[in-house]
């Protein structure tokens, strides 16, 4: 995977270890919108784990485990995306998180596109998008890049505030990316 991808106004970066404190800041600012969505923010999101996350993409990526990417607008980090190799050979699942300022404005969609490209690049055969049936924001996207639902199934995460318990399982295969 490349380290750095861009695209419309929308620059995917590898953390860096300096990364972390801004990282921090921006979860910060953004857990009420998080939250309801992501269980790694349910109990807070102390500075630590922004050290532990930032430290963990390094391992994931040399082991081909993740992919992780900071989402950058205009130089200001505006969330996260990932390509992470956990849904079996030739498969890679994407997930995305956005600041509240920058949702609605196009940028997941256009750092999943920039991702999924990336992932057939390299020689994936499937790009899987998973969403909570409640999450119709985080459901556009999958829907705009060209992707199908191939199962909905119990969450393989505890269930947050804002989910249904229903994950979607979306998928793209590189014929029709």
Do not use: C
């Amino acid at each position: 995977m490349r380290a750095q991808l861009g695209s419309s106004g929308v620059t995917l970066r590898r953390w860096r270890e300096q990364d972390a404190p801004v990282l921090h800041r921006v979860v910060q600012e953004s857990v009420a919108h998080l939250r309801p969505w992501m269980a790694w923010v349910a109990d807070g999101y102390p500075p630590e784990a922004a050290d532990a996350f930032v430290a963990s993409t390094v391992a994931d990526w040399d082991k081909g485990a993740a992919f992780n990417y900071a989402i950058f607008v205009s130089g200001r980090l505006a969330g996260a995306a990932s390509l992470m190799a956990r849904i079996g050979p030739g498969g890679l699942e994407l997930g995305y998180w956005l600041r509240p300022d920058h949702v609605g404005r196009g940028v997941a969609t256009r750092a999943a596109s920039l991702l999924v490209a990336e992932a057939f690049r390299r020689g994936a055969q499937r790009v899987e998008i998973v969403t909570d049936a409640a999450n119709t924001r985080s459901a556009a996207i999958p829907k705009r890049l060209g992707f199908t639902v191939v199962d909905r199934r119990p969450p393989q995460e505890p269930i947050t505030s804002g989910e249904d318990g229903l994950d979607v399982i979306w998928r793209l295969d590189p014929d029709r990316g």
